[in-house]
């Protein structure tokens, strides 16, 4: 049965439905999997130890004591940003100062030519010399052998780094590194108050010493000091890879819920078609066992079938998947394992049960009497009760797969919204074309065209739904790519600062504003920055532990950059309160600060500066614009409070294209200072943006092969229908080609309408996202509803090909004979 069902294509639709489901699962589902299980694998490399204490001042002598006592072996690092030099040529790096023995677990790679394979080493950078990534090199154009500068002293470059254990997986390379001895960063006058410097501990010995010590350090960390072990390995990193696969995980799952429809539907023909050889099967004997055993073998091997072939295909699109994201992804990955192909099984085979057993079920209970009596049976309560149960399978899956309860609820509950949307506006729009139908006269091809859309409701608007769904998915993704990040430009004045300057000492304040004002650049404000810990609110001290927030713990676990002035700063606007009197001791909060923290006009807040406590009364809250590129803090305080603490000085400004060359000469003359390129930033996070754009692309091709699926499906559960009326209208006159042009009409009315409501509901949740989430407006532009249209017409005219092949080529005389 099952071979002559594959000769007739009874079963291609069903197939091919479960194999677009199983390679969507699978392809994200190998790709999680590797990285997964390469982070696990490289986590202690990853630390460059088995433990590490991270923290944002020096830490205490008896941290390392206490590690040494367990018999660890310990090494420090220093890591922050600054400025390398090359004569007149300036860069962004970022300086790391290491101890002997680093790193302790793993090893690094140098090489003595940038771009060349490398080679292990346990050593670090001799006295006087520095190791430097080869793109450093190439920004700079020097070579190795020469030398830099950093801060006051200059230092010779004498490897290049290929690999850094505890760099991790290079996600985004904000700046180049460069790496020089312990011993050498006092000469370069770069500590000074202020630096923003990344103290680490680093630990590595037996398991049961690591645990020891892990425990002791629980138990006496101090504020702004983190700890990570293996088990925790760059959780930054793993958080990226999480979200990552969310959201490829996401996609997946449209792909699969609409290729749950589409097997639905192909189940639901296939029940109709073979009633007439079951009822045949039972006259001869055939009882109901027989039957269900009969059809559950046939589905078992069509089920892994098709789910070995997704699973295959899953496989190969992983690969480029790989390939698409191989700039974000720079490790060797393990091997892939078998826990993905299962889970695509398992996909395949609940789709079967959930959404084609339901169906084919109701043939065993077709009587033999059928074979004299053609009525319509009636769907069973027993039938009913199996999509239950084969719905609540499948939301186990979504649940499984999506990794949370919840985020399976909204993507199902989401799916189901926005097909409900879809289903009411073309249910309205068909009754539209029933009441144009009688308008149009003397074109009897499009009042056919129309007919059939009007005549087929249920199936017209199955098939508009299932293919606005899959087309929102993709209109939604180009117009992230394009109207959302041009919104976001446009928040952006041409003037915008496009530079920040940072670390500016007392004693050089004048001196950079001279300097800046003699190039031109007049209006640039240098706020100053003091760092300090909220510690008490209305005299009671407060800790991560008062707070439930995950952004509250820590909000006041960490150091604030506070800053004071006696006017608002541009870009800020009060809210609740007052602006600052500058004699008294107050100070205004960013809102979102205020809130997460649950901090009101009037509390008095008590600041930790320097070991010098501050008390300052909350005089009102502000809302800050950040896009707006210019200083801004979450708290700024009246001058009398803060004036004399020890601090450093920031600012921004914008550095027109003309003047490129001028952070060069301002680091020339201030060595201790930090320049961020912003543009080239953004530029980078962009190209890293694109790439993962790239892979998901890649998936949605799955999403609109579903729908289209599903439009097949759809339009073949109408197939003889369409076959019965072609003869009657052939034997009442009307030539094939006539009814060639009726069925194109149809099924592009079909296709036009689907792009129509993708258009509107990705118009619609683009606005939502730039509004409520963005916090930008943006202009809605014309080319998503013709795409969208275009689209929805080309792939249901792809769709009808598939499905309605061969319809106009039946004889009517053979139609005519077997009705």
């Given at each position: ?16 439905a ?8 699978t392809?994200?589902g ?8 390469a ?12 433990l ?14 206490a ?5 660890l072996e ?9 400025m390398?030099?090359?004569?007149d ?5 970022s ?22 394979g ?6 670090i ?6 190791w ?13 052998g ?11 470059v ?5 690999y ?14 460069v790496?020089?001895?312990a ?14 410097i ?6 590595a010995?037996e398991p049961?010493?690591?645990?020891s010590?892990?425990?002791?350090l ?5 504020r ?13 990193v ?8 969310r959201?490829l995980?996401l996609?997946a ?20 078609r ?19 055993r009969?059809?559950?073998l046939e589905?078992?091997?069509v ?32 091997a892939?394992?078998?826990i ?11 789709l ?14 077709v ?38 309860v ?10 189901l919204?926005a ?5 009411l ?7 539209g ?9 003397g ?18 608007i ?7 769904i ?12 394009t109207?959302l ?19 500016i000492?007392?004693d050089?304040?004048q ?5 800046l ?5 007049n ?14 609110v ?25 800053s ?21 001791p ?6 979102g ?31 800050v614009?950040?896009d ?9 305080l ?21 003047q ?5 000469e ?11 390129d ?12 694109d ?7 890649v998936?949605f ?5 579903a ?6 499906a ?14 009657v ?42 509004v409520?989430?963005?916090?930008f407006?943006i ?14 017409m080309?792939?249901?005219w ?22």
């Amino acid at each position: 049965m099952m071979m002559r069902d594959t000769r007739a294509g009874e079963l291609r639709l069903l197939v091919l439905a479960l194999v677009v489901a199983v390679a969507a699962v699978t392809s994200v589902g190998f790709l999680a999997d590797r990285v997964g299980r390469a982070l696990e694998r490289d986590a202690g490399q990853m630390l460059g130890a088995d433990l590490l204490l991270d923290a944002d001042e020096p830490i205490a002598a008896d941290f390392f004591d206490a590690a040494r006592e367990r018999g660890l072996e310990v090494s420090r690092t220093w890591q922050f940003p600054s400025m390398a030099s090359v004569g007149d040529a300036a860069q962004l790096v970022s300086l790391k100062a290491v101890e002997p023995g680093y790193p302790l677990r793993g090893s690094l790679k140098v090489a003595d030519d940038p771009y060349t394979g490398g080679a292990d080493t346990r050593d670090i950078p001799a006295a006087g010399t520095v190791w430097a990534d080869a793109q450093l090199l190439a920004l700079l154009g020097i070579e190795v052998g020469d030398t830099i500068g950093l801060g006051d002293s200059r230092l010779r470059v004498t490897r290049v780094i290929t690999y850094e254990p505890d760099r991790g997986m290079q996600f985004v390379n904000v700046a180049p590194r460069v790496m020089m001895r312990a011993d050498d960063l006092p000469a370069t006058g770069l500590i000074a108050t202020g630096s923003r410097i990344g103290y680490a501990l680093l630990a590595a010995g037996e398991p049961d010493a690591v645990t020891s010590y892990s425990q002791w350090l629980n138990e006496h960390l101090q504020r702004g000091q983190k700890l990570a072990t293996v088990a925790s390995g760059r959780p930054e990193v793993q958080r990226t890879m999480d979200r990552a696969q969310r959201f490829l995980s996401l996609v997946a799952l449209l792909a699969v819920l609409i290729s749950a429809v589409a097997v639905a539907l192909a189940a639901g023909r296939f029940m109709t078609r073979h009633r007439d050889g079951i009822a045949i099967m039972r006259c001869l004997g055939a009882v109901q066992q027989q039957v269900t055993r009969m059809l559950l073998l046939e589905f078992t091997l069509v089920g892994l079938f098709a789910s070995a072939v997704g699973g295959l295909l899953g496989f190969a699109v992983h690969q480029g998947l790989v390939l698409a994201l191989g700039n974000l992804i720079d490790t060797q990955l393990p091997a892939p394992s078998a826990i993905p192909a299962l889970q695509g099984l398992v996909t395949g085979v609940l789709l079967l049960l959930g959404f084609a057993w339901p169906a084919l079920a109701q043939l065993r209970h077709v009587p033999p009497a059928r074979v004299l009596r053609r009525d319509a049976d009636m769907v069973r309560a027993r039938s009913a009760i199996g999509y239950a149960l084969g719905a609540v399978g499948f939301a186990l899956l979504i649940a499984w797969f999506a990794g949370d309860v919840r985020l399976g609820a909204v993507v199902a509950g989401g799916f189901l919204g926005a097909f409900g949307a879809f289903a009411l506006v073309a249910w309205l729009c068909v009754l539209g074309l029933a009441r144009l139908r009688g308008l149009v006269t003397g074109m009897p091809t499009l009042r056919f065209a129309l007919a059939g859309v009007v005549r087929r409701r249920a199936a017209t608007i199955t098939q508009v739904c299932a293919l606005a769904i899959g087309l929102m998915a993709l209109l939604l993704l180009t117009m992230t790519r394009t109207d959302l990040v041009a919104g976001w430009q446009r928040t952006l004045p041409p003037d915008a600062p496009n530079r920040f300057l940072i670390n500016i000492q007392p004693d050089q304040r004048q001196a950079v504003q001279d300097f800046l004002s003699a190039h031109d650049l007049n209006n640039v404000t240098l706020w100053p920055m003091i760092r300090g810990r909220l510690i008490a609110v209305d005299g009671r001290p407060i800790g991560p532990d008062d707070y439930e927030d995950p952004r509250a713990k820590r909000l006041v676990d960490r150091e604030f950059n506070l800053s004071y002035g006696e006017n608002l700063p541009a870009a800020n606007q009060i809210e609740q309160g007052r602006w600052l009197n500058p004699d008294a001791p107050e100070v205004s909060l960013e809102s979102g600060l205020a809130e997460s923290l649950h901090l009101a006009v009037g509390d008095v807040l008590t600041f930790d500066i320097a070991g010098q406590q501050v008390e300052v009364t909350v005089a009102s809250t502000r809302s800050v614009d950040w896009d707006s590129m210019q200083v801004n803090f979450f708290a700024v305080l009246s001058p009398s409070a803060l004036e004399g603490m020890p601090q450093s000085w920031i600012t921004s400004f914008h550095l027109p294209p003309e003047q490129a060359t001028l952070p060069r000469e301002l680091v020339r003359q201030f060595p201790n200072l930090t320049v961020f390129d912003v543009g080239s930033i953004l530029n980078q996070l962009q190209s890293v943006l694109d790439q993962v754009i790239t892979a998901v692309q890649v998936l949605f091709i799955f999403t609109l092969a579903a729908g289209i699926l599903v439009l097949a499906a759809a339009l073949t559960a109408t197939r003889d229908e369409r076959i019965r009326e072609a003869a009657v209208l052939r034997s009442l006159g009307a030539t094939r080609r006539q009814l060639a042009r009726t069925q194109r009409l149809e099924v592009l009315a079909v296709g036009g309408l689907a792009g129509l409501l993708a258009a509107a509901g990705a118009s619609a949740i683009g606005w939502a996202l730039s509004v409520y989430v963005f916090d930008f407006q943006i202009t809605l532009s014309l080319w998503p509803w013709l795409v969208g249209i275009g689209v929805g017409m080309l792939a249901a005219w792809g769709g009808a090909a598939l499905a309605l092949r061969g319809v106009l080529r039946t004889p009517p005389l053979l139609t005519l004979r077997e009705a």
